[in-house]
T-cell receptor
Framework: EIVLMQSPGTLSLSPGERATLSCRAS???????LAWYQQKSGQAPRLLIYGASSRATGIPDRFSGSGSGTDFTLTISRLEPEDFAVYYC??????????FGQGTKLEIK | EVQLVESGGGLVQPGRSLRLSCAASGLTFDDFAMHWVRQSPGKGLEWVSG????????AYADSVKGRFTVSRDNAKNSLNLQMNSLRPEDTAMYYCVKDVGASGWDWWFDLWGRGTLVAVFS
């Protein structure tokens, strides 16, 4: 089972700043089969990024994903007030189970 | 509108059973694999079970294997999760989730329901 570790656990930033979130896998994630989800308080998760770097439909271009192998990054170029939420990475494409990282909480400084 | 709506959650004592359902609308349900993902209060996401478009591939997390059974009825556009021998650690919000693909294990999740809450306690 691939274990995903996200860092930092909490990130405190101000609107307009750049956010960099990390997701590290315990073993190589094949074919960059990594997704990122955003979860706002009281809501279901929403798909942001798939294939490590492809934005989902309707996701603003301030969100970008990068990485391969065991190290992946989600970057939000200029934070908007609605971006403060919890972000999860997920690996897929290997035999079940799918695994998620423990999440990074992005909070307003 | 494409949506997934879960139902069937509630309060239940340890050892009892509960059946969750998910109604899909606005999509060709039998084109896609489906999953259940849960989230314990204040915690992260845990994949619970998945089922391919034709029910040919089914998988469970080790934590629920032998206790939970996933099924689908493509004629009714519905996904189900039969949960037996419930434990306090099964307490969570349970989300119905759509896969991008049909087979079940190769793709990401692109649509989530709003969830149904299951609470297991004496």
């Amino acid at each position: 089972e691939i274990v995903l570790m996200q860092s930092p656990g909490t990130l405190s930033l101000s609107p307009g700043e750049r956010a960099t979130l990390s997701c590290r896998a315990s073993q190589s994630v094949s074919s960059s089969n990594l997704a990122w989800y955003q979860q706002k308080s009281g809501q279901a998760p929403r798909l942001l990024i798939y294939g490590a770097s492809s934005r989902a439909t309707g996701i603003p271009d301030r969100f970008s994903g990068s990485g391969s192998g065991t190290d992946f990054t989600l970057t939000i170029s200029r934070l908007e007030p609605e971006d403060f939420a919890v972000y999860y990475c997920q690996q897929y494409g290997s035999s079940p189970p799918y695994t998620f990282g423990q999440g990074t909480k992005l909070e307003i400084k | 509108e494409v949506q997934l709506v879960e139902s069937g959650g509630g309060l239940v004592q340890p050892g009892r059973s509960l059946r969750l359902s998910c109604a899909a609308s606005g999509l060709t349900f039998d084109d896609f694999a489906m999953h259940w993902v849960r989230q314990s209060p204040g915690k992260g996401l845990e994949w619970v079970s998945g089922i391919s478009w034709n029910s040919g591939n089914i998988a469970y997390a080790d934590s629920v294997k032998g206790r939970f059974t996933v099924s689908r009825d493509n004629a009714k556009n519905s996904l189900n999760l039969q949960m037996n021998s419930l434990r306090p650690e099964d307490t969570a919000m349970y989300y119905c989730v759509k896969d991008v693909g049909a087979s079940g294990w190769d793709w990401w999740f692109d649509l989530w329901g709003r969830g149904t809450l299951v609470a297991v306690f004496s």
